[in-house]
């Protein structure tokens, strides 16, 4: 009987240092898989992208008012003769609306 209770302190002995080896290392596991995940999604977020641009590039090579219609937008190029005009708000000046009071 004494051998046995024995073998079960020491068993229960060994079982408590493999956790207290083991946790710690489980624990990063789990760790390292969230970070796996989160990086498989930026991964497939980034391809969708790329996807997304050799579209666009497909089309600016095919269709060239759509190249002109990018080009005017994303680097405001202008054909020769026209202007940019910058239209301001009468609110964002300061100036009050013909008929309101100051306090409305």
């Known amino acids: 009987m004494l051998k ?8 229960t ?9 083991l946790f710690p290392s489980y624990s990063q596991l789990r ?7 989160s990086l498989d999604e930026k991964i497939e977020k980034v391809r969708q992208q790329i996807d997304n641009l050799r579209v666009d590039l497909e089309a600016v090579k095919r ?5 002109e219609l990018l080009l005017r937008k994303k680097l405001l190029l202008l054909k ?3 202007y940019i005009l910058k239209i301001e708000s009468n ?7 013909p008929g309101s009071s100051p306090g409305s």
């Open 4 to 11: 046995l209770l024995k073998i079960f302190v020491w068993l």
């Open 13 to 21: 002995l060994m079982g408590g240092v493999s956790l207290c080896i």
């Open 31 to 37: 760790e390292l898989k969230e970070i796996n995940r």
């Open 63 to 67: 269709n060239p008012e759509y190249r």
């Open 80 to 82: 020769e003769g026209e």
């Open 91 to 97: 609110q964002s000046s300061g100036v009050e609306q």
